[in-house]
Protein backbone atom coordinates (compact mmCIF):
# COMPACT_ATOMS: atom_id res chain seq x y z
CA UNK A 1 0.00 0.00 0.00
CA UNK A 2 1.00 3.52 -0.39
CA UNK A 3 2.75 5.26 2.34
CA UNK A 4 -0.74 7.87 3.38
CA UNK A 5 -2.81 4.71 3.57
CA UNK A 6 -0.95 2.90 5.84
CA UNK A 7 -0.74 5.93 8.48
CA UNK A 8 -2.58 4.36 11.36
CA UNK A 9 -6.43 5.35 11.27
CA UNK A 10 -6.25 7.62 14.24
CA UNK A 11 -3.66 10.02 12.01
CA UNK A 12 -5.61 9.64 8.90
CA UNK A 13 -8.86 10.95 11.30
CA UNK A 14 -6.46 13.90 12.19
CA UNK A 15 -5.71 14.93 8.72
CA UNK A 16 -9.13 14.40 7.83
CA UNK A 17 -10.21 16.90 10.87
CA UNK A 18 -8.32 19.82 9.34
CA UNK A 19 -10.17 19.55 6.31
CA UNK A 20 -13.59 21.16 5.15
CA UNK A 21 -16.76 18.49 5.40
CA UNK A 22 -16.73 18.23 1.76
CA UNK A 23 -13.17 17.69 1.26
CA UNK A 24 -13.23 15.55 3.59
CA UNK A 25 -16.01 13.58 2.75
CA UNK A 26 -14.78 13.23 -1.04
CA UNK A 27 -11.80 11.09 0.86
CA UNK A 28 -13.82 8.50 0.36
CA UNK A 29 -13.89 7.92 -3.49
CA UNK A 30 -10.03 7.39 -2.97
CA UNK A 31 -9.66 3.92 -2.55
CA UNK A 32 -11.66 1.46 -0.40
CA UNK A 33 -9.47 2.20 2.72
CA UNK A 34 -10.59 5.73 2.97
CA UNK A 35 -14.07 4.91 2.11
CA UNK A 36 -15.27 5.91 5.85
CA UNK A 37 -12.46 7.41 7.57
CA UNK A 38 -14.25 10.59 7.22
CA UNK A 39 -17.25 9.49 9.15
CA UNK A 40 -14.77 8.62 12.26
CA UNK A 41 -13.11 11.89 12.37
CA UNK A 42 -13.41 13.76 15.94
CA UNK A 43 -14.96 16.53 14.72
CA UNK A 44 -18.51 16.78 13.08
CA UNK A 45 -19.22 19.64 10.60
CA UNK A 46 -22.95 19.96 9.30
CA UNK A 47 -23.87 22.52 7.24
CA UNK A 48 -26.91 22.94 5.59
CA UNK A 49 -25.87 25.31 2.73
CA UNK A 50 -23.13 22.77 1.76
CA UNK A 51 -26.58 20.33 0.91
CA UNK A 52 -29.03 19.67 -1.79
CA UNK A 53 -31.61 17.65 0.24
CA UNK A 54 -34.36 18.75 1.81
CA UNK A 55 -33.68 20.15 5.69
CA UNK A 56 -36.02 17.66 7.76
CA UNK A 57 -33.76 14.95 5.66
CA UNK A 58 -30.31 17.43 6.50
CA UNK A 59 -31.88 17.15 10.37
CA UNK A 60 -32.37 13.66 10.66
CA UNK A 61 -28.56 13.04 9.07
CA UNK A 62 -27.21 15.34 11.66
CA UNK A 63 -29.25 13.28 14.35
CA UNK A 64 -28.14 10.25 12.89
CA UNK A 65 -24.35 11.13 12.56
CA UNK A 66 -24.53 12.41 16.07
CA UNK A 67 -26.06 9.18 17.86
CA UNK A 68 -23.34 7.15 15.59
CA UNK A 69 -20.47 8.59 17.28
CA UNK A 70 -22.56 8.53 21.04
CA UNK A 71 -23.32 4.41 20.12
CA UNK A 72 -19.76 3.66 18.61
CA UNK A 73 -18.08 5.70 21.77
CA UNK A 74 -16.31 7.59 19.35
CA UNK A 75 -13.72 10.69 20.35
CA UNK A 76 -16.19 13.98 19.00
CA UNK A 77 -13.80 17.19 20.01
CA UNK A 78 -15.87 19.68 17.32
CA UNK A 79 -19.14 20.00 16.31
CA UNK A 80 -20.27 22.52 14.31
CA UNK A 81 -23.46 23.11 12.72
CA UNK A 82 -25.16 26.06 10.23
CA UNK A 83 -28.47 25.99 9.63
CA UNK A 84 -31.64 28.31 9.20
CA UNK A 85 -34.05 27.49 11.19
CA UNK A 86 -37.93 28.01 10.30
CA UNK A 87 -40.35 25.86 12.03
CA UNK A 88 -40.29 25.73 15.97
CA UNK A 89 -39.60 21.50 15.75
CA UNK A 90 -36.13 22.31 14.46
CA UNK A 91 -35.16 24.94 16.96
CA UNK A 92 -36.06 22.46 20.10
CA UNK A 93 -33.86 19.77 18.24
CA UNK A 94 -31.13 22.17 19.92
CA UNK A 95 -32.64 21.49 22.80
CA UNK A 96 -32.12 17.75 22.93
CA UNK A 97 -28.53 17.73 20.95
CA UNK A 98 -27.00 20.04 22.86
CA UNK A 99 -26.99 18.02 26.01
CA UNK A 100 -26.05 15.06 23.78
CA UNK A 101 -22.88 16.85 22.78
CA UNK A 102 -21.76 17.61 26.32
CA UNK A 103 -22.65 14.09 27.66
CA UNK A 104 -19.88 13.13 24.40
CA UNK A 105 -17.36 15.90 26.50
CA UNK A 106 -17.06 17.69 22.75
CA UNK A 107 -14.77 20.51 23.16
CA UNK A 108 -15.57 23.15 20.67
CA UNK A 109 -18.95 23.77 19.95
CA UNK A 110 -20.09 25.99 17.37
CA UNK A 111 -23.50 27.06 16.31
CA UNK A 112 -24.58 29.43 13.15
CA UNK A 113 -28.39 29.40 12.89
CA UNK A 114 -31.03 31.97 11.53
CA UNK A 115 -34.21 32.37 12.26
CA UNK A 116 -36.30 35.13 10.13
CA UNK A 117 -38.41 36.31 13.40
CA UNK A 118 -38.05 36.85 16.28
CA UNK A 119 -38.39 33.95 18.71
CA UNK A 120 -36.47 33.18 21.62
CA UNK A 121 -32.99 30.89 21.61
CA UNK A 122 -33.39 28.34 23.60
CA UNK A 123 -31.78 28.79 27.20
CA UNK A 124 -29.87 25.75 26.31
CA UNK A 125 -27.50 27.60 24.14
CA UNK A 126 -25.75 29.75 26.58
CA UNK A 127 -25.54 26.75 29.09
CA UNK A 128 -23.35 24.83 26.84
CA UNK A 129 -19.48 25.07 28.31
CA UNK A 130 -18.46 23.85 25.61
CA UNK A 131 -19.71 27.33 23.26
CA UNK A 132 -16.88 28.39 21.11
CA UNK A 133 -18.56 30.12 18.30
CA UNK A 134 -22.17 31.29 18.02
CA UNK A 135 -23.22 33.58 15.16
CA UNK A 136 -26.79 33.99 15.31
CA UNK A 137 -29.14 36.22 13.20
CA UNK A 138 -33.06 36.98 13.94
CA UNK A 139 -33.79 35.41 17.23
CA UNK A 140 -34.42 36.84 20.62
CA UNK A 141 -32.50 37.04 23.45
CA UNK A 142 -34.04 37.55 26.64
CA UNK A 143 -33.66 37.24 30.68
CA UNK A 144 -35.55 34.30 29.97
CA UNK A 145 -32.90 33.08 27.76
CA UNK A 146 -30.04 33.60 30.02
CA UNK A 147 -32.56 33.00 32.78
CA UNK A 148 -30.43 30.99 34.82
CA UNK A 149 -26.57 31.15 34.52
CA UNK A 150 -24.61 31.71 31.50
CA UNK A 151 -22.25 28.62 31.32
CA UNK A 152 -20.81 28.97 27.75
CA UNK A 153 -17.12 30.17 29.11
CA UNK A 154 -15.24 29.79 26.69
CA UNK A 155 -17.04 31.49 24.12
CA UNK A 156 -14.01 33.02 21.78
CA UNK A 157 -16.19 34.53 18.89
CA UNK A 158 -19.78 36.38 19.30
CA UNK A 159 -21.77 37.55 16.15
CA UNK A 160 -24.96 38.67 16.73
CA UNK A 161 -26.93 39.83 13.37
CA UNK A 162 -30.70 41.30 14.14
CA UNK A 163 -30.81 39.87 17.20
CA UNK A 164 -33.12 41.61 20.10
CA UNK A 165 -31.37 42.39 22.51
CA UNK A 166 -31.09 44.37 25.25
CA UNK A 167 -28.20 45.96 27.49
CA UNK A 168 -29.17 44.08 30.59
CA UNK A 169 -28.72 40.78 28.76
CA UNK A 170 -25.86 41.39 26.37
CA UNK A 171 -23.95 42.84 29.90
CA UNK A 172 -24.41 39.40 31.52
CA UNK A 173 -23.42 37.46 28.80
CA UNK A 174 -20.10 39.37 27.75
CA UNK A 175 -19.46 39.43 32.19
CA UNK A 176 -19.65 35.35 31.61
CA UNK A 177 -17.68 35.16 28.55
CA UNK A 178 -14.39 37.02 29.29
CA UNK A 179 -12.58 34.86 26.72
CA UNK A 180 -14.41 36.40 24.03
CA UNK A 181 -11.95 37.64 20.89
CA UNK A 182 -13.88 38.60 18.10
CA UNK A 183 -16.96 40.44 19.07
CA UNK A 184 -19.67 41.60 16.10
CA UNK A 185 -23.07 43.26 17.03
CA UNK A 186 -25.12 43.99 13.64
CA UNK A 187 -28.21 45.66 13.78
CA UNK A 188 -29.17 44.56 17.04
CA UNK A 189 -30.99 47.86 17.51
CA UNK A 190 -32.41 47.70 21.25
CA UNK A 191 -28.73 47.93 22.40
CA UNK A 192 -27.91 51.33 23.94
CA UNK A 193 -25.27 51.23 26.01
CA UNK A 194 -21.84 49.06 25.48
CA UNK A 195 -19.34 48.72 27.45
CA UNK A 196 -16.79 45.88 26.35
CA UNK A 197 -13.81 47.42 28.78
CA UNK A 198 -13.98 44.17 31.09
CA UNK A 199 -13.13 41.82 27.67
CA UNK A 200 -9.40 41.38 28.24
CA UNK A 201 -8.59 39.53 25.21
CA UNK A 202 -10.87 40.88 22.60
CA UNK A 203 -8.83 41.45 19.54
CA UNK A 204 -12.04 42.44 16.92
CA UNK A 205 -15.19 44.83 17.44
CA UNK A 206 -17.37 45.13 15.20
CA UNK A 207 -20.32 47.42 15.36
CA UNK A 208 -23.12 48.51 13.04
CA UNK A 209 -26.29 50.03 13.57
CA UNK A 210 -28.94 52.48 11.85
CA UNK A 211 -29.02 56.22 11.48
CA UNK A 212 -32.17 56.42 13.72
CA UNK A 213 -30.83 54.51 16.50
CA UNK A 214 -28.77 55.63 19.11
CA UNK A 215 -26.29 53.40 20.98
CA UNK A 216 -23.22 54.76 23.47
CA UNK A 217 -19.97 52.52 22.92
CA UNK A 218 -17.20 52.43 26.00
CA UNK A 219 -14.35 51.24 24.48
CA UNK A 220 -10.84 50.17 25.91
CA UNK A 221 -9.66 46.47 26.30
CA UNK A 222 -5.37 46.82 25.51
CA UNK A 223 -5.68 43.78 23.51
CA UNK A 224 -7.78 45.30 20.80
CA UNK A 225 -6.32 45.08 16.96
CA UNK A 226 -9.33 46.17 14.80
CA UNK A 227 -12.52 48.26 15.30
CA UNK A 228 -14.81 48.89 13.31
CA UNK A 229 -17.52 51.08 14.32
CA UNK A 230 -21.05 52.43 12.19
CA UNK A 231 -23.17 54.80 13.57
CA UNK A 232 -23.13 55.11 17.39
CA UNK A 233 -21.26 57.41 19.98
CA UNK A 234 -18.24 56.15 21.18
CA UNK A 235 -16.33 57.06 24.04
CA UNK A 236 -12.37 56.35 24.34
CA UNK A 237 -10.90 56.60 28.02
CA UNK A 238 -8.42 59.48 28.77
CA UNK A 239 -5.12 58.95 28.37
CA UNK A 240 -5.54 54.98 27.24
CA UNK A 241 -3.13 53.51 25.08
CA UNK A 242 -3.77 50.68 22.53
CA UNK A 243 -0.74 49.04 22.26
CA UNK A 244 -2.15 46.17 19.81
CA UNK A 245 -4.92 48.00 17.50
CA UNK A 246 -3.55 47.80 13.91
CA UNK A 247 -6.99 49.32 12.29
CA UNK A 248 -9.56 51.99 13.53
CA UNK A 249 -12.47 52.75 11.20
CA UNK A 250 -15.28 54.74 11.98
CA UNK A 251 -17.87 55.79 10.51
CA UNK A 252 -20.89 58.01 11.52
CA UNK A 253 -19.40 58.41 14.50
CA UNK A 254 -19.68 60.83 17.41
CA UNK A 255 -16.75 61.17 19.52
CA UNK A 256 -18.05 61.92 23.17
CA UNK A 257 -15.05 63.54 23.83
CA UNK A 258 -12.70 64.93 21.59
CA UNK A 259 -10.14 65.51 24.34
CA UNK A 260 -9.96 62.09 25.55
CA UNK A 261 -9.27 60.71 21.89
CA UNK A 262 -6.51 63.14 21.79
CA UNK A 263 -5.11 61.90 24.58
CA UNK A 264 -5.14 58.13 23.75
CA UNK A 265 -1.86 56.38 22.08
CA UNK A 266 -1.82 54.06 19.43
CA UNK A 267 1.40 52.56 19.11
CA UNK A 268 0.66 49.56 16.45
CA UNK A 269 -1.89 51.68 14.68
CA UNK A 270 -1.40 51.00 10.46
CA UNK A 271 -4.66 51.78 9.13
CA UNK A 272 -6.70 54.39 10.05
CA UNK A 273 -10.28 55.30 7.95
CA UNK A 274 -12.63 58.32 9.62
CA UNK A 275 -15.60 58.32 7.31
CA UNK A 276 -18.52 61.08 7.86
CA UNK A 277 -18.04 61.69 11.36
CA UNK A 278 -19.45 65.10 11.19
CA UNK A 279 -21.23 65.45 14.55
CA UNK A 280 -18.25 65.49 16.61
CA UNK A 281 -17.45 69.35 16.95
CA UNK A 282 -21.01 70.64 17.59
CA UNK A 283 -19.97 71.10 21.48
CA UNK A 284 -16.81 72.95 21.08
CA UNK A 285 -16.24 76.05 19.09
CA UNK A 286 -12.47 75.15 17.68
CA UNK A 287 -12.02 71.15 18.16
CA UNK A 288 -8.94 69.62 17.91
CA UNK A 289 -8.09 66.01 17.17
CA UNK A 290 -4.85 64.91 17.43
CA UNK A 291 -3.34 61.32 17.01
CA UNK A 292 -0.17 59.89 18.08
CA UNK A 293 0.12 56.63 15.66
CA UNK A 294 4.05 56.77 15.49
CA UNK A 295 3.59 53.65 12.71
CA UNK A 296 0.54 54.74 10.44
CA UNK A 297 0.68 53.74 6.96
CA UNK A 298 -2.60 54.65 5.55
CA UNK A 299 -5.21 57.34 6.65
CA UNK A 300 -8.12 57.90 4.88
CA UNK A 301 -10.73 60.98 5.85
CA UNK A 302 -13.82 61.20 4.29
CA UNK A 303 -16.04 64.31 5.41
CA UNK A 304 -16.99 67.85 6.13
CA UNK A 305 -13.72 69.09 7.60
CA UNK A 306 -15.32 71.25 10.36
CA UNK A 307 -12.90 70.24 12.61
CA UNK A 308 -8.91 71.02 12.33
CA UNK A 309 -6.92 67.56 12.87
CA UNK A 310 -3.14 66.43 13.24
CA UNK A 311 -0.97 63.24 12.89
CA UNK A 312 1.95 62.47 14.90
CA UNK A 313 3.92 59.79 13.26
CA UNK A 314 7.32 58.95 12.59
CA UNK A 315 6.25 56.13 9.21
CA UNK A 316 8.19 56.96 6.44
CA UNK A 317 6.20 56.24 4.03
CA UNK A 318 2.43 56.63 4.42
CA UNK A 319 -0.30 57.54 2.44
CA UNK A 320 -3.56 59.77 3.53
CA UNK A 321 -6.37 60.35 1.66
CA UNK A 322 -8.67 62.94 1.67
CA UNK A 323 -12.27 63.53 0.50
CA UNK A 324 -13.25 66.83 1.72
CA UNK A 325 -17.17 68.54 1.11
CA UNK A 326 -16.67 72.09 1.10
CA UNK A 327 -19.22 74.72 2.17
CA UNK A 328 -19.64 78.24 3.55
CA UNK A 329 -16.93 80.46 4.26
CA UNK A 330 -13.80 79.00 2.02
CA UNK A 331 -11.48 81.69 3.19
CA UNK A 332 -11.35 79.97 6.75
CA UNK A 333 -11.88 76.80 5.05
CA UNK A 334 -8.50 76.61 3.19
CA UNK A 335 -6.69 77.75 5.97
CA UNK A 336 -7.78 75.25 7.71
CA UNK A 337 -6.96 73.05 4.83
CA UNK A 338 -3.46 74.49 4.85
CA UNK A 339 -2.95 73.61 8.26
CA UNK A 340 -3.93 70.19 7.83
CA UNK A 341 -1.81 69.45 4.48
CA UNK A 342 1.22 70.48 6.60
CA UNK A 343 0.91 68.03 9.21
CA UNK A 344 0.02 65.26 6.85
CA UNK A 345 3.08 66.92 4.41
CA UNK A 346 5.47 63.79 5.00
CA UNK A 347 2.91 60.79 3.54
CA UNK A 348 1.92 60.88 -0.28
CA UNK A 349 -1.31 62.94 -0.02
CA UNK A 350 -4.10 61.99 -2.42
CA UNK A 351 -7.00 65.14 -2.09
CA UNK A 352 -10.34 65.34 -3.61
CA UNK A 353 -12.34 68.69 -2.74
CA UNK A 354 -16.15 68.48 -3.41
CA UNK A 355 -17.52 72.15 -3.04
CA UNK A 356 -20.54 73.18 -3.11
CA UNK A 357 -22.82 76.46 -2.85
CA UNK A 358 -20.68 78.41 -4.22
CA UNK A 359 -19.99 75.71 -8.06
CA UNK A 360 -21.90 73.12 -8.58
CA UNK A 361 -19.00 71.18 -10.22
CA UNK A 362 -16.74 69.47 -8.30
CA UNK A 363 -13.20 70.40 -7.81
CA UNK A 364 -10.69 67.62 -7.84
CA UNK A 365 -6.73 68.41 -7.39
CA UNK A 366 -4.46 65.44 -6.84
CA UNK A 367 -1.54 66.91 -4.97
CA UNK A 368 1.22 63.99 -4.56
CA UNK A 369 4.74 64.54 -2.22
CA UNK A 370 3.63 68.20 -0.75
CA UNK B 1 16.29 17.29 38.77
CA UNK B 2 16.96 20.50 37.12
CA UNK B 3 15.77 22.48 39.16
CA UNK B 4 17.69 20.97 42.11
CA UNK B 5 21.65 21.68 40.22
CA UNK B 6 19.77 25.25 38.97
CA UNK B 7 21.79 24.28 35.44
CA UNK B 8 20.04 23.12 32.70
CA UNK B 9 19.73 19.46 32.62
CA UNK B 10 21.25 17.55 29.38
CA UNK B 11 19.17 14.30 27.80
CA UNK B 12 20.60 11.61 25.27
CA UNK B 13 18.01 10.67 22.92
CA UNK B 14 18.91 7.46 21.03
CA UNK B 15 17.70 6.76 17.27
CA UNK B 16 16.74 3.16 16.00
CA UNK B 17 20.01 3.55 14.18
CA UNK B 18 21.78 4.26 17.10
CA UNK B 19 22.68 8.38 16.49
CA UNK B 20 22.83 9.85 19.78
CA UNK B 21 21.64 13.40 20.31
CA UNK B 22 21.92 15.70 23.07
CA UNK B 23 18.82 18.03 23.81
CA UNK B 24 17.89 20.34 26.48
CA UNK B 25 15.57 18.17 29.08
CA UNK B 26 13.15 21.79 28.45
CA UNK B 27 12.90 21.16 25.41
CA UNK B 28 12.44 17.61 25.06
CA UNK B 29 9.75 17.27 27.77
CA UNK B 30 7.30 18.33 25.05
CA UNK B 31 6.95 15.06 24.45
CA UNK B 32 4.59 13.26 26.47
CA UNK B 33 6.50 9.89 25.90
CA UNK B 34 10.07 11.61 27.02
CA UNK B 35 8.08 13.62 30.07
CA UNK B 36 6.77 10.68 31.66
CA UNK B 37 10.22 8.80 30.90
CA UNK B 38 12.03 11.61 32.97
CA UNK B 39 9.18 11.74 35.75
CA UNK B 40 9.39 8.11 36.29
CA UNK B 41 13.32 8.69 36.76
CA UNK B 42 14.00 6.74 33.63
CA UNK B 43 15.95 9.39 31.85
CA UNK B 44 19.63 9.18 33.68
CA UNK B 45 21.58 7.13 31.02
CA UNK B 46 20.67 6.98 27.10
CA UNK B 47 16.92 7.27 26.06
CA UNK B 48 16.19 4.98 23.25
CA UNK B 49 13.13 6.11 21.08
CA UNK B 50 12.87 2.61 19.09
CA UNK B 51 10.02 4.07 16.69
CA UNK B 52 12.14 7.38 15.33
CA UNK B 53 15.29 7.01 13.12
CA UNK B 54 18.01 9.71 13.19
CA UNK B 55 16.96 11.81 10.48
CA UNK B 56 13.55 12.44 11.62
CA UNK B 57 14.70 12.52 15.04
CA UNK B 58 17.34 14.74 14.28
CA UNK B 59 14.52 17.25 13.05
CA UNK B 60 11.94 16.77 15.59
CA UNK B 61 14.69 18.00 18.07
CA UNK B 62 15.25 21.10 16.00
CA UNK B 63 11.94 21.41 15.92
CA UNK B 64 11.74 21.55 20.20
CA UNK B 65 14.37 23.33 20.28
CA UNK B 66 12.83 25.71 18.49
CA UNK B 67 9.19 26.45 19.60
CA UNK B 68 10.39 25.83 23.18
CA UNK B 69 12.40 28.71 22.52
CA UNK B 70 9.56 31.28 21.98
CA UNK B 71 7.44 32.45 25.23
CA UNK B 72 4.31 31.83 25.49
CA UNK B 73 3.00 33.83 22.32
CA UNK B 74 0.43 30.90 20.17
CA UNK B 75 0.69 33.13 16.90
CA UNK B 76 4.69 32.97 16.79
CA UNK B 77 4.46 29.65 17.91
CA UNK B 78 2.23 28.83 14.62
CA UNK B 79 4.10 31.10 12.80
CA UNK B 80 7.46 29.19 13.46
CA UNK B 81 5.75 25.69 12.98
CA UNK B 82 4.71 26.61 9.79
CA UNK B 83 7.70 28.15 9.28
CA UNK B 84 9.38 24.25 10.05
CA UNK B 85 7.21 22.77 7.74
CA UNK B 86 7.26 24.83 4.43
CA UNK B 87 9.94 22.73 2.85
CA UNK B 88 9.43 19.53 3.81
CA UNK B 89 8.09 17.06 1.66
CA UNK B 90 5.22 14.55 2.24
CA UNK B 91 8.02 11.59 2.67
CA UNK B 92 9.42 13.62 5.62
CA UNK B 93 5.83 14.62 6.85
CA UNK B 94 4.60 10.91 6.70
CA UNK B 95 7.72 10.46 8.95
CA UNK B 96 7.34 13.17 11.47
CA UNK B 97 3.69 12.47 12.07
CA UNK B 98 5.00 9.12 12.82
CA UNK B 99 7.18 10.18 15.39
CA UNK B 100 5.12 12.40 16.72
CA UNK B 101 2.57 10.29 17.44
CA UNK B 102 5.44 8.02 19.25
CA UNK B 103 6.83 10.66 21.04
CA UNK B 104 2.80 11.76 22.37
CA UNK B 105 3.87 15.81 21.26
CA UNK B 106 0.05 16.80 19.92
CA UNK B 107 1.41 19.86 19.01
CA UNK B 108 3.95 18.63 16.03
CA UNK B 109 1.23 16.30 15.33
CA UNK B 110 -1.50 18.29 14.70
CA UNK B 111 0.72 20.76 12.91
CA UNK B 112 1.63 18.00 10.60
CA UNK B 113 -1.54 16.64 9.96
CA UNK B 114 -2.90 20.22 9.09
CA UNK B 115 0.04 21.06 6.34
CA UNK B 116 -0.91 17.23 4.95
CA UNK B 117 -4.73 18.62 4.99
CA UNK B 118 -3.51 21.41 3.32
CA UNK B 119 -1.57 19.90 0.56
CA UNK B 120 -5.37 17.67 -0.61
CA UNK B 121 -7.34 21.10 0.19
CA UNK B 122 -9.79 21.50 -2.74
CA UNK B 123 -8.00 19.15 -5.14
CA UNK B 124 -9.22 16.20 -6.74
CA UNK B 125 -9.68 12.70 -6.21
CA UNK B 126 -7.27 11.76 -9.08
CA UNK B 127 -5.06 14.69 -8.43
CA UNK B 128 -4.76 13.12 -4.95
CA UNK B 129 -4.28 9.42 -5.81
CA UNK B 130 -1.98 10.35 -7.85
CA UNK B 131 0.36 13.03 -5.44
CA UNK B 132 0.23 10.25 -2.65
CA UNK B 133 0.46 7.16 -4.88
CA UNK B 134 -3.09 5.45 -3.62
CA UNK B 135 -3.76 2.74 -6.05
CA UNK B 136 -7.67 2.47 -6.52
CA UNK B 137 -8.78 -0.81 -5.75
CA UNK B 138 -12.50 0.38 -6.29
CA UNK B 139 -14.30 -1.30 -9.74
CA UNK B 140 -15.73 1.07 -11.99
CA UNK B 141 -19.14 0.29 -10.66
CA UNK B 142 -18.48 0.76 -7.25
CA UNK B 143 -16.46 3.97 -7.26
CA UNK B 144 -19.86 4.99 -9.40
CA UNK B 145 -21.90 4.53 -6.58
CA UNK B 146 -19.27 6.35 -3.61
CA UNK B 147 -19.39 9.26 -6.23
CA UNK B 148 -23.23 9.38 -6.60
CA UNK B 149 -23.86 9.16 -2.96
CA UNK B 150 -21.61 11.94 -2.07
CA UNK B 151 -22.40 13.84 -5.62
CA UNK B 152 -22.26 17.06 -3.50
CA UNK B 153 -19.04 17.01 -2.47
CA UNK B 154 -17.95 16.93 -6.07
CA UNK B 155 -19.38 20.31 -7.19
CA UNK B 156 -16.87 22.93 -7.67
CA UNK B 157 -13.96 21.17 -7.59
CA UNK B 158 -11.35 20.65 -10.24
CA UNK B 159 -12.51 18.11 -12.84
CA UNK B 160 -9.52 15.66 -14.47
CA UNK B 161 -9.37 13.19 -16.88
CA UNK B 162 -8.85 10.11 -15.15
CA UNK B 163 -11.79 10.71 -12.67
Redesign the interface.
Known amino acids: ?5 E ?2 K ?2 LQ ?7 Q ?2 A ?11 YIWCTRPNLVSSYN ?3 ENKQEFLTTVEQNLQRYCDQRMCLEEFSLLIILDNHEYVSLLEKWIPTLKNMGVKKFRLSIYWKYSRQLPSVVFEAESLQDLHMEGFTLDQTTIGRNVLSKHLKRLLLVKVEIEDGVFQKIISSCPLIETLSLESCERLRNIKVNNLLRLKKFHFSSTPKEECCIEIYPASLEIINIGHADVSFPKGAEFQNLKSLFLNHVILTSFDNFSSCKFPSLVNLCISHCDGLDESTEESHLFLDAPNLNTFVYHGWFNLSFSIATTSREWSSTLYLLMRDDPSLWLLKLRKLLESLSRSKISLTIFQFHINAEDIFIENRDL | MAAETGTPTTLTLKSNDDELFSVAESAAILSVTIRNMVEDGCAGGVIPLDNVDGKTLASVITYMNGISAIPADEEKKKSYRDKFLSDKDFETLADMVLAANYLNMSCLMDAVSAKIAQVMEKKSVGWVRRKFGIENDYTPEEEAAVKEEHKWTFEGVETDDDN
Open positions: MDRISLPHIRILYFLSKDVRTSVLSKSWSDSK
